[in-house]
């Protein structure tokens, strides 16, 4: 999609939008205020929709929304007799009526209202007093993004790394309780930009862009099999309200600079929204050391290699879409949506090396000093689109949803190497490059159909077809020294076809035990056949195989606000792109690093046990014990090879890392979430993971390893006034093992401070990112047959940004299904 077709289609919307908005009722002088507090906490709930309707004949005249305190006042009221109807997410809608505006009684007070939280069985069970910045529900935790004031100005990981349970690197890897695989969604639906580099794509979506993140630990039978670490889910902002309206958000900043822009319009029962949103990490330069100790396995004799230098890399990206909703009539609804998304990274590496090795007869050692430049582009670009349909019935909760959703994804990776060598002058080596074009096509059609038995029993049921097609193209070209001229390597280069069908079906049921118990259980079937054929071996046959996956989750909610949960799940994860791509990456002669097209799928079964409690005056524990069994377990692995042939050319002294299945993999853990109110300004929310890990290799080679790993984060948001606050976070990740040695520890803090402009539609916000140290300093151990390597990185970390975002547009405020609450507290007449 070019730049000029989607300004074009902004402009549209500008223009459809001002014809959409109409002329409101004369004016009058009447005015209505209250309070709209949560009935358990006594906070105040913002955000919640007034409806003000004439009492005569329903028809809908003015709206607003709540603040931040749950105050909201309606102006400009012509006399007559009215009705008030309040509305927000998870609560009962509540009615007010009889309301008489006239010359003698032109300003009514309602006071305080309370709206209770809305609790079944039958769909999601919140158990949070309030719409904070997390909320814990039966099967998912939320994470509220325009409610994080430190993440202001960042992208996507900056947001994941302040979620409980979720873990986030410096280089921007993500761990769902600790494991990698984790099956990314954006608004519910799979992307082919996540089976590439998931680091640079979180890396550039902006977390202006974000609305809310949600972390599925112990998925259910509904959703796809894939992902043993469990599912993440990115909500991107799109509002419902009637009428047009937009918000715009740009920072600047010393490492990072972003952008998002967001348009909705809507009028009745049609909508349609666009956005774009962009992100550029600015040139960075970690300065990287590493030392390798490496041993013959057949001669006995030592060699070592040593490597000081700077990899700079720039990244960038962008993302721009557009959607509708259709409401067809009060039954069918029809959605739909197309986005494009945009991912450029670009690395330069200068690195001094000795080489130390023993010569030909062993007499004596020879070294060899070099100068080696390594330049790198990776790029994605990828185009998604979906269809809904969505019919729903007279009888509650029963529906039928139909889903289309595709993708394509091209891909390309370049690397160039270049040797120079410092002694002996007599020593040459051609130097290479590689380029590496892929693409990928993913085609899922589902239906799903819900069926309630009764009040408190539920039936789902539903069939998907997953569709998937990718095609690599690696050609490396090596240096003619006599000619200076690059050629292409036949022996060298290679092609890959793979091509995955998977076929699913699931049974689910939601159901009442014993009146106390909220049980949902359910079986998922995936049928998964496999072809593939390489460019070295021709087709390759791979023996369908099929998956059943069965799960559950029994929850119990006592009066106190406390909630009980306990859930078992077993997940799959089947190998992506970039686990799957044979393409050999030699930027680096002496550490190259390829994919690897025979791995298995990865088995996962686990066990997780909850304790959520809401006081009334707003604090909230939540406690998670979990066990995970992993077979198979797909990680990176790192050999030890003297020489390595590769085609027609022989490699000396190389670390091939690769994927692999290791053996087994056992993890035991807790997460322990506290959120305290300290007085009616502050709030502290703290955040601590524990877990030991057992790792079993099985058939490759090296030793059992365990260890213990934690992560403890703190953050304190101070409210100064009505439209000034702060906030702090810290964060520390103590070192992990992996199946071959330790990688490193690691601690951020960011500060933030913010200032709602114009009656709170605009605001402006300061960050500052590691302030006081430059560098993060990361030391990495890694062990395997014949080798030991220790590496250590300074990266360049510290930042500082501004961020300045805007509400704008009209809105208009349709009629609302009324539903007394029985909590509603009716103010004095």
Known sequence: MSHKLFFILLALLLIDGSLWAQKTESEGTGKISGIILDSISGKGIDYASISLSRQEDG??????????KGAFELTKITDGTYKILIYFMGYGTCTKGN?????????????????????????????????GVIENKIDKMVYNVEKDLTSQGGVASDVLKKIPQVDVDVDGNVELQGNSNIRFLINGKPSSIFGNNLADVLASIPASQIQSIEVITSPGAKYDAEGTGGIINII????????????????????????????????????????????????????????????????????????????????????????????????????GSLSYNSFNRVNTGIYNRQFIQPNASGTKDTTINDVLRTPGIYQNQSVDWSLDYKKTFEQKDREFELLYVSSIGNNYAYYGQKQIYLTPESLLYNSSYGKNKGIDYETNISADYTQPISETALFETGVKTVLSHINSNSDVYLENLASDDYEYNLPQSSSLTYNRNVYAAYLSATFKLLKRFDVKMGCRDEYTQTSASFSDAGTVNISPYNSVVPSFVISRTFQTNQTIKLSYSHRIQRPDYGDLDPF?????????????????????????????????????????????????????????????QIGDSIYKGVTLSTRENIGREDNYGANFYVSVPAGKKITLRSNVSLFQRYITLGN??????????????????????????????????????NAQGTMPAFTTYNFAFRRQLFHKTASIALTATNPFNEYISQKTVLTGTDFTLISTRQLPYRSFGINFTYKFGKMEFKKIKEEEDPNLTTPPN
């Open 59 to 68: 028809k809908t005249v003015n709206g607003c929304t709540t603040d931040e």
């Open 99 to 131: 309301l008489v505006i006239n010359p003698k009684n032109q300003t009514i007070t309602l006071g305080v209202i309370k709206l209770s939280s809305k609790l079944t069985s039958l769909k999601e069970v919140s158990v949070s007093a309030e719409k």
């Open 236 to 335: 991107l902002k799109k509002s419902k309200a009637q009428g047009f309206n937009g918000n715009i958000s740009l920072t600047g900043g010393t490492r990072l600079e972003n952008m998002s822009a967001n348009l909705t319009m809507r009028k009745g029962n049609f909508g349609a929204h666009a956005f774009f949103s962009g992100n550029a990490q600015l040139l960075s330069s970690p300065l990287i050391n590493s030392n390798r100790e490496s041993q013959d396995p057949v001669t006995g004799q030592y060699s070592s290699l040593v490597q000081n230098g700077t990899s700079d890399f720039t990244r960038n990206g962008y993302q721009t879409g557009i959607g509708f909703d259709w409401d067809l009539n009060s039954k069918n609804t029809l959605s």
């Open 584 to 644: 050999l990456n030699a930027s680096d002669p002496k550490n190259i690093t390829t994919g690897n097209p025979d791995l298995k799928p990865e088995q996962s079964d686990k066990i997780e046990l909850g304790y959520t409690k809401v006081y009334e005056k707003g604090p909230t524990i939540n406690v998670v014990l979990f066990y995970r069994g992993n077979k198979d377990d797909i990680q990176s692995f790192m050999t030890y090879y003297p020489t390595l």
């Open 700 to 737: 490759l080679p090296g030793q059992n390893i365990s260890g213990f790993n934690y992560r403890i984060n703190l953050n304190a948001a101070y409210e100064l006034n009505h439209s000034m606050s702060i906030e702090l976070f810290g964060n520390f990740n103590s070192p992990r093992i």
